[in-house]
T-cell receptor, first 114, second 113 residues
Framework: AQSVSQHNHHVILSEAASLELGCNYSYGGTVNLFWYVQYPGQHLQLLLKYFSGDPLVKGIKGFEAEFIKSKFSFNLRKPSVQWSDTAEYFCAVILTDSWGKLQFGAGTQVVVTP | EAQVTQNPRYLITVTGKKLTVTCSQNMNHEYMSWYRQDPGLGLRQIYYSMNVEVTDKGDVPEGYKVSRKEKRNFPLILESPSPNQTSLYFC????????????FGQGTRLTVV
């Protein structure tokens, strides 16, 4: 079945550590890719998106993600996290040959300790 | 300010008592969707609408109904709620197509006892 997989369900790290969250998808066609963030008690907000062009995309708050087509991956990175990055992070995919259904991964809960 | 507004934010109800969660967007978006968020399962689509009077089932539609009589509103109806519908619900809207960002409401935390 077509799916979006996020490798880690929970990540705990200290401030200033580097963060990398994995995301893989199993769709065979062309996809558009997104990372959303959900801060505690809040709604989902877009961190960054990839539609085409440079596979390394930069988003808000110092986050970036790299699309590797051969690996069906779209991993999220941040070189140095802050306590305020504590949140749940969702990878999402849209098949470009579909009507535009947004398919989400299960999410990764990130806790940054002071 | 562009926004998606859901009401109520929190709701506790009893099994079988019909309820409606409202969703309204002010961006004139054609696409609207409802998701439920459960731990370890991420967001799963319940229903979606591609325009007024055009709705279709998502991945987990059982026990839910929707309507789209106006472009801005997309209410979610639980005719006979059950405890397994206890969840966090999000409404989202966006422009048609695949190169568009979804905007989410603040969420409705529903508890069915």
């Amino acid at each position: 079945a077509q799916s979006v997989s996020q490798h880690n369900h929970h990540v705990i790290l200290s401030e200033a550590a580097s963060l990398e969250l994995g995301c893989n998808y199993s769709y065979g066609g062309t996809v558009n890719l997104f990372w959303y963030v959900q801060y505690p008690g809040q709604h989902l907000q877009l961190l960054l998106k990839y539609f085409s062009g440079d596979p390394l995309v930069k988003g808000i708050k110092g986050f970036e993600a790299e699309f590797i087509k051969s690996k069906f991956s779209f991993n999220l990175r941040k070189p140095s996290v802050q306590w305020s990055d504590t949140a749940e992070y969702f990878c999402a995919v849209i098949l470009t040959d579909s009507w535009g259904k947004l398919q989400f991964g299960a999410g990764t809960q990130v806790v940054v300790t002071p | 300010e562009a926004q998606v507004t859901q009401n109520p934010r929190y709701l506790i109800t009893v099994t079988g008592k019909k309820l409606t969660v409202t969703c309204s967007q002010n961006m004139n978006h054609e696409y609207m969707s409802w998701y439920r968020q459960d731990p370890g399962l991420g967001l799963r689509q319940i229903y979606y609408s591609m325009n007024v009077e055009v709705t279709d089932k998502g991945d987990v539609p059982e026990g839910y109904k929707v309507s789209r009589k106006e472009k801005r509103n997309f209410p979610l109806i639980l005719e006979s709620p059950s405890p397994n519908q206890t969840s966090l619900y999000f409404c989202a809207s966006r422009e048609p197509g695949v190169n568009t960002e979804a905007f989410f409401g603040q969420g409705t935390r529903l508890t069915v006892v």
